[in-house]
């Protein structure tokens, strides 16, 4: 394999659409095993074959992605990087020394999980995080939240920034019912509001959305 400087770019990207389509592949499997009866043996035993192949997929697409990285094609493990929920701490960590606002909030007593669910609970984390991290604006924030129940996992990924904050301003919305549209804390919206109305050099809010119009941020 000949190296070239661009290649860990596009082989990031390659990487990620297609861990993509593999995870969804891997949680639909496994949903669809969940509602099947205990008499449909030969179903269970089809999705099982479905989500040990999407998992093998992507390690070996990771592996591939580590040696793509390395000018020598030695691997590049990185440090604590294990694809499973309970490496979301260093995940997060890692993310918020890259400068993007993450909270991870854990709801109820954690369990053992089907090895595939675990590592496409991590990797849909991951490419949630990543895309944040690429695409958000200015004072992005990703809250990253999992309800554990007796019989399933709710994994629940939001994000939001101060140009959505400032729109809903624009539409007359209070702190609350910003808070409530787009399912952040009270603490989360009066922060954007702060920020928002300090960068603008503005008195208020509603000379904040003034200057906005005025400066184009929005139209």
Not at 76 to 93: H, K, Q, S, W
Not at 160 to 179: K, Q, W, Y
Request: aromatic share 4%.
């Amino acid at each position: 394999m000949r190296w070239r400087p661009n290649g860990c770019g596009w082989a990031r990207e390659l990487h990620d659409s297609v861990t993509g389509a593999v995870t969804a592949m891997i949680l639909y499997s496994a949903g669809a095993r969940a509602q099947l009866g205990p008499d449909e043996e030969r179903a269970h035993d089809a999705l099982r074959v479905v989500e040990r192949a999407g998992t093998q997929a992507m390690n070996e697409l990771h592996r591939m992605l580590g040696l793509l990285r390395t000018p020598d094609g030695r691997a590049a493990v990185e440090a604590g990087c294990r694809p499973e929920l309970a490496a979301l701490d260093e995940l997060v960590e890692r993310t918020r020394s890259g400068g993007l606002d993450v909270a991870l909030v854990v709801d109820g007593q954690a369990r053992q999980l089907d090895p595939s669910v675990d590592q496409a609970g991590y990797r849909v984390v991951q490419e949630a995080l990543t895309n944040a991290t690429k695409h958000a604006g200015p004072g992005a924030r990703v809250e990253v939240t999992l309800t554990w129940r007796s019989t399933d996992l709710l994994l629940d990924i939001r994000s939001t920034g101060e140009r959505e904050v400032l729109v809903l301003m624009a539409e007359g919305r209070s702190n609350a019912e910003i808070s409530a549209q787009l399912f952040v804390s009270d603490a989360t919206t009066r922060t954007h509001v702060m920020r928002i109305i300090g960068k603008t050099g503005s008195r208020d809010r509603t000379q904040a959305v003034v200057l906005a119009y005025q400066s184009g941020l929005m139209s």
